[in-house]
């Protein structure tokens, strides 16, 4: 879940806010006004638009605080936390990469529930201090019962929820084997997530299963239901793409997987030169020198964004990337970490330096290729 307007940023880390949560702050509002209809009806019309807008804002910033919990516990475990997104689903801390070993997994994971379960305790506690006739009650009552709701919610052991990544992190400790613990921890998440489907479904047919679960009862929150389900359905495969694809890389440095040293072209040559000495023997890119020296490097998308008919007259210089802005990486670059640059940057290529000199390079070929032998390694 990307983009969304930020907002802020709490301990470094940019908070953003997806549009689809207006839905959700719109929902919980309407509904909190409504049954505030019911509870007071002596209040004025602005007491009660106030309380429910309080009472939205605090919702959002539980979520936000279950979010933080997992980002505390990451930053601590010396994994980095990108970004906070709130969006309809709720929170979602995006981490750079998976943690080292299950005790760091365990923790980050557990941290959110905690979050909202204290939270959960200090509002009921509030709730149970107050006087009977204040009209606060009400509000730390429903953010008491919200936030214990939030805390079993992402308990329920699927995985990418909370609770399915505390199962495989127990999994991952006692096999010692994180991608069998990540298929199981997932085998169960869409478990959970049929369940969730079948369930919707059947309410929305006329089958009462939500009251017995003591949850609304009613086809929209079938419906809603059966959406959650579908939405857990989605994240638990993209989920397991993403941890196998890191755990087949894990521990695979740049000098691992280094490709030859790349061609060289002169500066002034031109652009036609490139393409027919270059691409027509399949190469794709070359570094640019001038003066015996690295000056940039020119790839076949470069080229193509020139007039074919200036090909013969432009010098491959003009098109290249200057050597100011090429991204490169040292030897014990992790390729995990390259990987993530060539997606965020968009870049087919990045050559390797070793005491100032390039010394071959990493390409989307060759992390391809490491990626199939480690994954038939691992099968
Ligand atoms: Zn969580």
């Known amino acids: 879940m990307v983009g969304g307007f930020r907002i802020g940023r709490i301990f470094g880390i940019p908070i953003y806010l997806h549009p689809t949560w207006l839905i959700i702050f719109g929902l919980v509002f309407w ?52 970004s906070i997104t709130l969006f309809v689903f709720g929170g979602v801390a995006l981490m750079e990469r998976d943690p080292d070993d299950p005790r760091a997994e365990m923790e980050i994971a557990i941290a959110g529930p905690v979050v909202s379960g204290l939270l959960a305790l200090a509002f009921t506690a509030a709730t149970r201090a107050l006087p009977e006739a ?5 509000l730390t009552g429903w953010l008491g019962d919200v936030n214990l709701i939030v805390a079993l919610f992402n308990l329920i052991p699927g995985f990418p929820l909370d609770g399915g990544r505390v199962l495989r992190a127990v999994l991952w400790a006692i096999t010692g084997d994180a991608a069998r613990a990540t298929r199981t921890a997932a085998g169960t998440g869409q478990i959970v997530a049929y369940a969730f489907i079948a369930l919707g479904a059947l309410e929305v047919m006329g089958v009462p299963t939500m009251q017995a679960l003591g949850l609304g009862a009613g086809p ?65 890119w070359a570094l640019v020198q001038q003066a015996g020296e690295v000056a940039g490097l020119v790839t076949l998308s470069d080229v193509r964004r020139l007039d074919p008919d200036a090909w013969e007259t432009t010098p491959v210089s003009r098109v290249a990337t200057p050597v100011e802005a090429l991204v490169t990486a040292g030897l014990d670059a992790p390729v995990r970490d390259l990987l993530v640059t060539m997606g965020s940057r968009d870049l087919n290529q990045i050559p390797i330096v070793d005491a100032g000199r390039i010394v071959g390079a990493v390409t989307r070929e060759t992390l391809v290729h490491a990626i199939e032998l480690r994954q038939r390694e691992h099968a």
């Not at 204040?134 to 009400?138: E, G, H, K, W």
């Not at 941890?243 to 040293?261: H, M, Q, T, Y």
């Open 31 to 82: 509904m909190l006004e409504t049954q505030l209809r019911g509870i007071a009806p002596d209040w004025s019309g602005e007491l009660r638009l106030g309380f429910a807008a309080a009472a939205a804002l605090l919702f959002f910033a539980s979520i936000l605080l279950h979010e933080l919990g997992h980002s505390v516990l990451a930053i601590r475990h010396r994994v980095p936390v990108k």
């Open 134 to 138: 204040a009209p606060v009650r009400f």
């Open 220 to 284: 929209v929150s079938g419906l809603w239901f059966a959406f959650i389900g579908w939405m857990l359905l989605a994240l638990a495969g993209g989920a397991v793409r993403q941890v196998e694809l890191d755990a087949s890389l894990r521990g695979l440095c740049a000098r691992d997987i280094l490709g030859p040293i790349p061609a060289r072209l002169e500066a002034d040559s031109s652009v036609a030169h490139f393409a027919r000495e270059l691409v027509m023997r399949g190469r794709r």
